[in-house]
């Protein structure tokens, strides 16, 4: 069993009328993870979009990290929760953008860019729930 921490912090002199300082984090427990740049092989929503995480992989939280590489901004990458109902996107990330968010177990995420062949990288970590494999 292993500790995963994560900080982000937040500053700025002139975005509010004061200046801005904000720094948070937390440290949870992961037994596993990993971290991978993949290219996006869907513009759309559907069998072709990349698989970020498969429900159920983690036994209760997930730590999901995704970070679009493209260095131009309007190169978009998507990722929606992959469902039979329909997909809503929750992130939208311009290049350079990144997300780090806990997110329910029980949900599969995609991806897909504006563009085919965009390169994201992404990471996911928790405690691993032995009833599920990747294939």
Known sequence: MGILNANISLNSPDVLSSTLSVGVGISTEADSGHLTRAKVAATSAGA???????????????????????????NYIYVYVDSATDDPVVLKLGGNEFAFMPIKNDITLKAYGTQLDQIIEYGVFGLDSSSVTLS
């Open 48 to 74: 072709s979009a990349l698989t970020v995480y498969k429900a159920s992989d983690k036994r209760d939280t997930a730590y999901v990290y995704i970070k679009n590489m493209d260095s131009i901004k309007e």
